[in-house]
């Protein structure tokens, strides 16, 4: 099992221009996320989904798309990036019988830094 | 809404000493409380739990008590080491639901 993987690890952007940070987990979770980690501000949610075919907002949507491709796969994608969005983003996941108190396994997360 | 509020950082330890990051929450119901552990690079990992009130978590020497009285969950360890150094995340996830809710992180830094 690899777990919750992420790509790429690091990326650089300038202003205005897209991207699509991908996310995929092999252990037959149904529920993934997306994060954002800035200094100081601990984690917030950006997106989540349930289960494949759904999504929902998270606390700071704004500025991200994402899309739930199948069960293993939850991409983010920055359509036109600003500076604003230079940031560490983890996506994580959640097995289906987590019940209350379920862990969420996270990814390496991906460094990016918008120009 | 939901709320995590742990004691700001950086904190920085001799090796063997004594820690504790207090951590305290605001949330309707009966939350599940945690703490997550990220080491330098890496994302973040569970260190232990707790579901309902009075319930001690545990994990690799450290330990935090759901106090629903005080609304606090602090994490303790009797002697640190050099390798437990690291940022710390308290969070709650609200009762029926998955989602989580952080504070913003205590970096902990353990000196030989």
């Known amino acids: 099992n690899a777990g919750v993987t992420q790509t790429p690890k690091f990326q650089v952007l300038k202003t205005g221009q897209s991207m699509t940070l991908q996310c995929a987990q092999d252990?037959?979770?149904?529920?993934m996320y997306w994060y954002r980690q800035d200094p100081g501000m601990g984690l917030r949610l950006i997106y989540y989904s349930a289960s494949e075919g759904t999504t929902d907002k998270g606390e700071v949507p704004n500025g991200y798309n994402v899309s739930r491709l199948n069960k293993r796969e939850f991409s983010l994608r920055l359509e036109s990036a600003a500076p604003s969005q230079t940031s560490v983003y983890f996506c994580?996941?959640?097995?289906?019988?987590?019940?209350?108190?379920?862990?969420?396994?996270f990814g390496p997360g991906t460094r990016l830094t918008v120009l | 809404g939901d709320s995590v509020t742990q004691m700001e950082g950086p904190v920085t330890l001799s090796e063997e000493a004594f820690l504790t990051i207090n951590c305290t929450y605001t949330?309707?119901?009966?939350?599940?409380l945690f703490w997550y552990v990220q080491y330098p690079g890496e994302g973040l990992q569970l260190l232990l739990k707790a579901t309902k009130a009075d319930d001690k978590g545990s994990n690799k020497g450290f330990e935090a008590t759901y106090r629903k009285e005080t609304t606090s969950f602090h994490l303790e360890k009797g002697s640190v080491q050099v390798s437990d150094s690291a940022v710390y995340f308290c969070a709650l996830s609200g009762a029926g639901s998955y989602q989580l809710t952080f504070g913003k992180g205590t970096k902990l830094s353990v000196i030989p």
């Open positions: 994580a996941s959640i097995p289906p019988i987590a019940g209350v108190g379920g862990e969420q396994f």
């Open positions: 252990m037959n979770h149904n529920s």
């Open positions: 949330a309707t119901g009966y939350p599940s």
